[in-house]
């Protein structure tokens, strides 16, 4: 495989359940990020991981977790959502955090 | 507070009608202005980096130019495969993030 993967690509979870998203890449970055994308919105930054360290939470809601065991993959915890957290998650990469980041195909998420 | 705004929201362009999209930025240093291109259920796709006013770049029909307030994508002779929604994004030196704007939806007709 090659550049960012995400799984599952879809993902319909009631709001009592808890799941998790991966992403791996294989690009030999030290930065990873997860962002929310939602209609008519700009994507928004929640988590960045700079070698392995959280280094920015955008006052993201405790129901989202995150985790980076180490450079080439990353989680997002998911437990107790709302169905306004219904929208796309995308996970991304960069050498470093200052540099260009590259996506992965994104998760679409479903809460009902 | 650091701000991004892309315009027009939407476009339509006749194949080979060339044009341009804005992106206006407010950011304190930047240190870069960033074009992706994203398809209809995928991720963006890295496109350009813009470090410094004046500078352009080029990538078959696309030319994305920067001025100190904005940037410019710039579409000639486009082809209906140059339909999608194109982002910038803007990164001050103080911070990790990148500021996204809104996009804007291009549709190319044949």
């Known amino acids: 495989e090659t550049g960012v993967t995400q799984t599952p690509r879809h993902l319909v979870m009631g709001m009592t359940n808890k799941k998790s998203l991966k992403c791996e890449q294989h690009?030999?970055?030290?930065?990873m990020y997860w962002y929310k994308q939602s209609a008519k919105k700009p994507l928004e930054l929640m988590f960045v991981?700079?070698?392995?360290?959280?280094?920015e939470n955008n006052s993201v809601p405790s129901r989202f977790s995150p985790e980076c065991p180490n450079s080439s993959h990353l989680f997002l915890h998911l437990h107790t959502l709302q169905p306004e957290d219904s929208a796309l998650y995308l996970c991304?990469?960069?050498?470093?955090?200052?540099?260009?980041?590259?996506f992965g195909p994104g998760t679409r998420l479903t809460v009902t | 507070e650091d701000q991004v705004t892309q315009s027009p929201e939407a476009l339509r362009l006749q194949e080979g009608e060339s044009s341009s999209l804005n992106c206006s930025y407010t950011?304190?240093?930047?240190?870069?202005l960033f074009w992706y291109r994203q398809d209809p259920g995928k991720g963006p796709e890295f496109l350009f980096t813009?470090?410094?006013a004046g500078e352009e770049k080029e990538k078959e029909r696309l030319k994305a130019t920067l001025t100190k307030k904005e940037s410019f994508l710039h579409i000639t002779a486009p082809k209906p495969e140059d339909s999608a929604t194109y982002l910038c994004?803007?990164?001050?030196?103080?911070?990790?993030?990148?500021?996204f704007g809104t996009g804007t939806r291009l549709q190319v007709f044949p």
């Open positions: 690009l030999g970055h030290n930065a």
């Open positions: 813009l470090y410094s």
């Open positions: 994004a803007a990164g001050g030196y103080n911070t990790d993030k990148l500021i």
């Open positions: 950011v304190s240093g930047l240190r870069g």
């Open positions: 991304a990469s960069s050498l470093l955090a200052e540099s260009e980041q590259y």
């Open positions: 991981y700079n070698f392995k360290e959280q280094t």
